[in-house]
């Protein structure tokens, strides 16, 4: 099945950029999204299509995804934006099309 | 508003069985592709299976792991979704969410979430 491998942790100062990669194989080729996590949370849809946001989500945020990598990226961290983030794409030619990647913590210093 | 919560988690022994379920307001029920997510403790997030509108068909599919032991079913008269789990082994310890399902021609996503219910498996 697909597998989607992210840094198990990434830390940033406040005010600075944050990027959360998602590597794959031609991850390019698929559809990325991704999903925040504060910690006694549920999940929360912050990127989707790669580079949508849903209404609600800051414009700080944003994605890329191209070659075997996706990229999620928090612009002017703060410190509410400490969370776990997971990256998914959908693999219909897979018997467990529903992949995520294992998560990524991401701490504000 | 879209609000999803589900309820019926609980300990349960291995071999047992449990029926979770997720009751869903502020969006048409009826037309909407429903999904469930679980997340053993600690660790990430593991797709269990969905199902589609009745309109669509009604059909599911499951994850590997699961598939022949778990079902997923909907009444839209209720506005409810269920997970019926039979045959419960300790690695389905977790916490299960119910989520809606968007889908499209190249992908499919999970939209909007419950605040989940905690599944424990053990003797």
């Known amino acids: 099945s697909y597998v989607l491998t992210q840094p198990p942790s990434v830390s940033v100062a406040p005010g600075k950029t944050a990027r959360i990669t998602c590597g794959g194989n031609n991850i390019g080729s698929k559809t990325v999204h991704w999903y925040q996590q504060k910690p006694g949370q549920a999940p929360v849809l912050v990127i989707y299509y790669d580079t949508d946001r849903p209404s609600g989500i800051p414009e700080r945020f944003s994605g890329s995804n191209s070659g075997n990598t996706a990229t999620l990226t928090i612009s002017r961290v703060e410190a509410g934006d400490e969370a776990d983030y997971y990256c998914?794409?959908?693999?219909?030619?897979?018997?467990?099309?529903?992949?995520f990647g294992g998560g990524t913590k991401l701490t504000v210093l | 508003e879209v609000q999803l919560v589900e309820s019926g988690g609980g300990l349960v022994k291995p071999g047992g069985s449990l029926r979770l379920s997720c009751a869903a307001s502020g969006f048409t029920f009826s037309n909407a592709w429903m999904s469930w997510v679980r997340q053993a403790p600690g660790k990430g997030l593991e797709w269990v299976g969905r199902i589609k509108s009745k309109t669509d068909g009604g059909t599911t599919d499951y994850a590997a792991p699961v598939k022949g032991r778990f079902t997923i079913s909907r009444d839209d008269s209720k506005n409810t979704l269920y997970l019926q789990m039979n045959s419960l082994k300790t690695e389905d310890t977790a916490v299960y969410y119910c989520?809606?399902?968007?889908?499209?021609?190249?992908?499919?996503?999970?939209?909007?979430w419950g605040q989940g219910t905690l599944v424990t498996v053990s003797s």
């Open positions: 989520t809606t399902f968007m889908t499209t021609v190249t992908t499919n996503y999970f939209d909007s």
């Open positions: 998914q794409v959908w693999d219909s030619n897979s018997d467990h099309p529903g992949v």
